[in-house]
T-cell receptor
Framework: DGGITQSPKYLFRKEGQNVTLSCEQN?????MYWYRQDPGQGLRLIYY???????QKGDIAEGYSVSREKKESFPLTVTSAQKNPTAFYLC????????????????FGPGTRLTVL | QKEVEQDPGPLSVPEGAIVSLNCTYS??????FMWYRQYSRKGPELLMY????GNKEDGRFTAQVDKSSKYISLFIRDSQPSDSATYLC???????????FGKGTKLTVNP
């Protein structure tokens, strides 16, 4: 099956700990994204990557870090510097950097719910 | 003024009703418009995709874009309980990587 997988589904973190959320896609998509979703806030972009070994900050990158060493993988680390990390984290991917059509829009994984204890 | 405005609802309708969901936006450079459906505790799934102005129909769903009014709509005909979800509008400028999302409208279709 082609798709985007995120793990774990639920994650609990103690204050002061760094945690890494996994995102893998086997769609051969070039671009990958991380969003954060809070109740009543909609989706906010954390980081995105258009190609391997390159990524850009989104609107709320502070306290987060990413890497893109492989085309199919885009892990997100939530660091202890993130003041309010409890949220639903969504990874997405898109086929190409330009173009039109529904195939060229973003498709989402199932999400990881992070709770800080 | 926020870049994308979407009424959060909640919206509750009886089964079989026609549902109208809407978003307004302020950025005239938006060219690509999407509707995503998100079930509780799941990732959003793409429902409709429209480029520029016009209508697009897919089964019971119709998406409309009115760029002159900066207004997009999603219509659901013969609504079903399985349509109960949060609907997110999203849009982006041509050549931009960034999708801008509305906050979502929570819809409940009652049997």
């Amino acid at each position: 099956d082609g798709g985007i997988t995120q793990s774990p589904k639920y994650l609990f973190r103690k204050e002061g700990q760094n945690v890494t959320l996994s995102c893998e896609q086997n769609l051969n998509h070039d671009a990958m994204y991380w969003y954060r979703q809070d109740p009543g806030q909609g989706l906010r972009l954390i980081y995105y990557s258009q190609i391997v070994n390159d990524f850009q900050k989104g609107d709320i990158a502070e306290g987060y870090s990413v890497s893109r060493e492989k085309k199919e993988s885009f892990p997100l680390t939530v660091t202890s510097a993130q003041k309010n990390p409890t949220a639903f984290y969504l990874c997405a991917s898109r086929r190409g950097a330009s173009g039109q059509g529904a195939r060229d829009t973003q498709y989402f994984g199932p999400g990881t719910r992070l709770t800080v204890l | 003024q926020k870049e994308v405005e979407q009424d959060p609802g909640p919206l509750s309708v009886p089964e079989g009703a026609i549902v109208s969901l809407n978003c307004t936006y302020s950025n005239s450079a938006f060219q690509y418009f999407m509707w995503y459906r998100q079930y509780s505790r799941k990732g959003p799934e793409l429902l409709m995709y429209t480029y520029s102005s016009g209508n697009k129909e897919d089964g019971r769903f119709t998406a409309q874009v009115d760029k002159s009014s900066k207004y997009i709509s999603l219509f659901i005909r013969d609504s079903q309980p399985s349509d109960s979800a949060t609907y997110l509008c999203a849009m982006r400028e041509g050549g931009s990587e960034k999708l801008v999302f509305g906050k979502g409208t929570k819809l409940t279709v009652n049997p």
